[in-house]
Each structure stands twice: as structure tokens, then as C-alpha cells.
């Protein structure tokens, strides 16, 4: 769980950027919002303590205790993402796509749990975009749903208005992320 945990606390500090590069803020001064985000922080590792264990239940029971060793194994060694997909690609843990499959969706997941936290803990963000990857490789889903604007706690829906997407990842693989809407600010 810890590179889920560094994945969310990461999507809290991005998002807490583009809150302040959506409301103009210079990168050289201090936050001109009055935001605690040491709260930001805590929600969402309150959110991975809550959902973490859910989210890979899911998953066959020794596999899932094969993952989390090779997860931690690889935070741990500070290794970059594309080294935990080769580890979980390898053997029979996951096979060679799936492993690749968890690793990205789980640590999107997570990452951008924590953009809507840090989004929330601002107070002048009243919705999000969602925004997929703009080239071939987008998705039948992904793509009716490409500059899409719902409110902040709001979920997305499929072009045919019958299946609710929530927040990136909307499928396992999905490469899309969502923007912040901001209120106009008067600092």
C-alpha cells in the first residue's frame, strides 16, 4: 500500500498546483488561499486506509499479498513505476500485460483521489473536466466523455447517459485525468 499511499499524497500535491494555476497564483509566492493542506493530506490517506484494502480485494487473495510485497518492495527501493509493472508482469503472479494493467490503474486511482481531496480543501473548485489523453489510443468510453465539466462531487456519464464513470480510472488501463474548475478568485 505504500506506493497507493505515496500515489494519492502526490495527486494531492498536483492538485493543490492546479488549483493555484487555475486561480492565477504566481509559483514564486506564498499560497493565496487560507488552506490547510496538511487536512488534504489526511483526508486522503484516511481514504486509502478506508478503500485501499477494498480496492484490492478483488484480487485473488494470495496474488493480492504477492502484489502488495512487490509494491512495497519496489517504494521502498524508490523504484519508478514502470519497474513495479516489470515485476508484476513477471511469472505467474499477474502474466505480462496484467500486472502492467493493475499497476497503472491502481496508482491512477489513487492519484487522482487525491486531486479531488486537495480540490475539496481549497474551497474555490466547483467542478472538474474530464480530459482524456487527446490521440488514437483513446477509448469507445473515454472519449464521448473528453471535455465533459460535472461538479466536483458529481460523476461522469457514458455518451448514452446510462452508466455513471465517477473519476479516472474509469476501465482498467484508462490514461485519462480530470482538471479542476475554478470559482473566480478575488485574493
Known amino acids: 500500500m505504500n506506493m497507493y499511499t505515496d500515489a494519492a499524497l502526490l495527486g494531492v500535491e498536483n492538485g493543490q498546483t492546479l488549483v493555484e494555476r487555475s486561480i492565477g497564483v504566481p509559483e514564486a509566492k506564498q499560497m493565496a488561499l487560507d488552506v490547510d493542506w496538511g487536512l488534504a493530506n489526511a483526508a486522503v490517506l484516511d481514504w486509502v486506509a478506508r478503500e485501499g484494502e477494498a480496492i484490492f ?23 519508478p513505476l514502470r519497474a513495479l509493472q516489470k515485476t508484476l508482469s513477471r511469472g505467474s503472479l499477474f502474466g505480462g500485460s496484467r500486472g502492467s494493467l493493475i499497476a497503472v490503474t491502481e496508482v491512477t486511482r489513487a492519484y487522482s ?8 480543501e481549497s474551497g474555490v473548485v ?13 477509448c469507445q468510453i473515454c472519449a464521448p466523455l473528453d471535455g465533459k465539466i460535472v461538479e ?28 479542476p474548475i475554478t470559482r473566480r478568485f478575488e485574493g
Open 113 to 120: 483521489r487525491g486531486n479531488l481531496v486537495a480540490w475539496k
Open 57 to 79: 480485494s478483488g484480487l485473488m487473495l494470495t496474488s493480492a499479498k504477492e502484489a502488495t510485497a512487490a509494491v512495497s518492495a519496489c517504494v521502498t527501493r524508490g523504484a
Open 152 to 179: 466536483l462531487e458529481g460523476s461522469f456519464q457514458t455518451a448514452e447517459g446510462l452508466d455513471n464513470v465517477g473519476d479516472p480510472p474509469a476501465h482498467p488501463g484508462c490514461r485519462c485525468d480530470t482538471a
Open 126 to 138: 466547483s467542478g472538474k473536466e474530464w480530459q482524456t489523453a487527446r490521440d488514437e489510443r483513446v
